[in-house]
């Protein structure tokens, strides 16, 4: 689906939400978001910024995945929202046995510039053959890197460091090259 890159701070975790609320809104049907990264502390963040908008019920504790079995037997129920790691795809998926045919799961992966090509990435893509992606990420890509473009497809929407600057979302960065004598 694409990549949205915006500067680190700008609300990436808010924006999911609203992608997430829209598709729901505009399009209807029965689509599970699995919201991807790399780490706990984004998980959790992402996760209570869904819970702190009243988009999912923090008490409910089937839309969290505990392993990558549990992970499986989510995606068999009909969840708007599941939160997972990249992590809990560590075990290769048989062709013959995905967890999940459906053509309606949209995977949103933050930190997309990170773990989102290797072997994790091909056991996900593997066990959702039909899922669509779209990858979000705040860390600056390379001119030559198109990698992660190539993953997830063209940009859906930038927001650089110096705009922010400009919107007051963040303040200037300044580097002074200074070389202390030892």
Known sequence: LGVFWHTQGSGKSYSMLFFTRKVHRKLGGNFTFLILTDRDDLDTQIYKTFAGCGVVDQKDNEIRAASGDNLSKLLTKQKSYIFSLIQKFNQRVPEDKPYSLRDDIIVITDEAHRTQYGLLASNMHDALPNACYIGFTGTPL???????????????STYDFQRAVEDNVTVPLYYDARGDKL
């Open 142 to 156: 390379f001119k030559d890197d198109e990698i992660t473009r190539r993953f997830f497809g063209d940009y859906v």
